[in-house]
T-cell receptor
Framework: DAGVIQSPRHEVTEMGQEVTLRCKPI?????LFWYRQTMMRGLELLIY????????DSGMPEDRFSAKMPNASFSTLKIQPSEPRDSAVYFC???????????????FGPGTRLLVL | EDQVTQSPEALRLQEGESSSLNCSYT??????LFWYRQDPGKGPEFLFT?????EEKEKERLKATLTKKESFLHITAPKPEDSATYLC????????????WGLGTSLAVNP
């Protein structure tokens, strides 16, 4: 399996522009997670989906952030409008617990490094 | 509130010099404690999951242990390739699949 795939790997944009980050989870995984990582705050969960349905979006910082999962193999995280404080590395992860605690492991993609000028 | 604290923030070792990293946690019922390794420019890579106090797991030079309040990641005779940031995360016993993460320990092993 190719693992979790994210695109783009790097994004530089200007304040006010729309940014769309993309994720393809591991085939067969039914949970998908979006994280943001910064030096000051570490890894923060933004939102996660189960079977394409958003379950917990309490970590989404504000209305400028939105996430969708139109099907089992694709998800997007959108920031509109972007601001310099959104600069961070954004990770997507997937897992397939299927009710078993031993399968809770989350597998991460390589991340998208976002810089908003 | 669920919380994870890792110490030290950074650790520099000589090759072969064994040491331990600490992960202290408070959680409303522990479902699992996870250790990940993160290399620069990459996503976290899974190492271990521990489920109950007293449990231990090993992989090569790494051994993870768990008590009711903390976990240790013991590194025996480290090599330069063990240099990375080690992250700890906990999941509480509710149905939520959230992981609460520590800020990590940055380990550098000098040859």
């Amino acid at each position: 399996d190719a693992g979790v795939i994210q695109s783009p790997r790097h994004e530089v944009t200007e304040m006010g522009q729309e940014v769309t980050l993309r994720c393809k989870p591991i085939s067969g995984h039914d949970y998908l997670f979006w994280y943001r990582q910064t030096m000051m705050r570490g890894l923060e969960l933004l939102i996660y989906f189960n079977n394409n349905v958003p379950i917990d979006d309490s970590g989404m910082p504000e209305d400028r952030f939105s996430a969708k999962m139109p099907n089992a193999s694709f998800s997007t995280l959108k920031i509109q409008p972007s601001e310099p404080r959104d600069s961070a590395v954004y990770f997507c992860a997937s897992s397939s617990p299927r009710g078993r605690v031993s399968q809770e492991t989350q597998y991460f993609g390589p991340g998208t490094r976002l810089l908003v000028l | 509130e669920d919380q994870v604290t890792q110490s030290p923030e950074a650790l520099r070792l000589q090759e072969g010099e064994s040491s331990s990293l600490n992960c202290s946690y408070t959680v409303s019922g522990l479902r699992g404690l996870f250790w990940y390794r993160q290399d620069p420019g990459k996503g976290p890579e899974f190492l271990f999951t521990l489920y109950s106090a007293g449990e231990e797991k090993e992989k090569e030079r790494l051994k993870a242990t768990l008590t009711k309040k903390e976990s240790f990641l013991h590194i025996t005779a480290p090599k330069p390739e063990d240099s990375a940031t080690y992250l700890c995360a906990v999941q509480n016993a509710g149905n939520n699949r959230k992981l609460i993460w520590g800020l990590g320990t940055s380990l550098a092993v000098n040859p």
